[in-house]
């Protein structure tokens, strides 16, 4: 059950805003953030659990709607950092306590 | 610097071949991830393991198939290369498997001739 990303690819000027949505089909626990730069593994941002709760890393932050089966991850003032890919990886809990993850939106952030 | 360390960086090998890979996951974690990863897509979960004993699979072909051994580390084996096999692998390892951090090692990149 893979989670659906949008959007697939976003450009960016430095200092611009940008939110990327992942949504599930399936009943979330919790929802985890990843960020991969070019020829790199992925590093975790965030996880965000059950109840709504909203987190922040520097100037990126996210929310979780459980009800609405979403998280969303807010990049705020931008920097050339930032550039990669995102990828979102729900945890359903349980038995299924692997991450499948999105396909993973990149992000270009550009001076 | 992850903690997790994944042998070999790079493999080229012929079609029909078999290879392993092998993840050494952070000290004191228990689980092991498999993920692949073709050029330009993203994360495909292959198999997770935990103390040992297989906690799920994803699309993980016929032809591969891993272990977790009881000091923890854990291979993949790929048999019957085909060119489509090309990829890079990452391994990651959590704490326990219930869904916590992962942490990934810089990955094995395969390429099938």
């Known amino acids: 059950q893979q989670p659906v990303q949008s959007p697939q690819a976003v450009i960016l000027r430095e200092g611009e805003d940008a939110v990327i949505n992942c949504s599930s089909s399936k009943a979330l626990y919790s929802v985890h953030w990843y960020r991969q730069k070019h020829g790199e593994a992925p590093v975790f941002l965030m996880i965000?659990?059950?109840?709504?709760e909203q987190k922040g890393h520097d100037k990126i932050s996210a929310s979780f709607n459980e009800k609405k089966q979403q998280s969303s991850l807010y990049l705020t003032a931008s920097q050339l950092s930032y550039s990669g890919t995102y990828f979102c990886g729900p945890y359903y809990g349980g038995s299924q306590g692997n991450l499948i993850f999105g396909k993973g939106t990149k992000l270009s952030v550009k001076p | 610097d992850s903690g997790v360390t994944q042998t070999p960086k790079h493999l080229i090998t012929a079609t029909g071949q078999r290879v392993t890979l092998r993840c050494s996951p952070r000290s004191g974690d228990l689980s092991v991830y498999w993920y692949q990863q073709s050029l330009d897509q993203g994360l495909q979960f292959l198999i997770q393991?935990?103390?040992?004993?297989?906690?799920a699979k994803g699309n993980i072909l016929e032809r591969f198939s891993a272990q977790q051994f009881p000091d923890l580390h854990s291979e993949l084996n790929l048999s019957s290369l085909e060119l489509g096999d090309s990829a890079l692998y990452f391994c990651?390892?959590?704490?326990?498997?219930?869904?916590?951090?992962?942490?990934f090692g810089e990955g094995s990149r395969l390429t099938v001739l």
């Open positions: 990651a390892s959590s704490v326990d498997g219930g869904g916590g951090e992962l942490f």
């Open positions: 393991y935990y103390n040992g004993e297989e906690r």
């Open positions: 965000l659990l059950k109840g709504g």
